[in-house]
């Protein structure tokens, strides 16, 4: 089991969680998502490697942006 952690700056309420939730979990081989919304933290379980341009464009699917 991989986790891969990432930061989700733009969000402000329950819809944008579950937004980016349902967006990154599409990508194959992910197992769970964790959105805490006053953070902006994203842990994403998996059970391969996932790829940053992957994650990058489902968090872009969800109109969010990966923080820098």
Request: glycine content about 8%; aromatic content about 2%; hydrophobic content about 40%.
């Amino acid at each position: 089991m991989n986790t891969t952690t990432v930061t989700v700056s733009g969000m402000t309420c329950g819809h944008c969680v579950s937004s980016v939730r349902e967006e990154i979990s599409e990508i194959p081989g992910v197992t769970g998502v964790e959105v805490d919304l006053a953070s902006g933290r994203v842990d994403i379980e998996s059970n391969t490697a996932l790829d940053s341009a992957a994650i990058a464009a489902a968090v872009d699917e969800a109109g969010y942006k990966i923080a820098d």
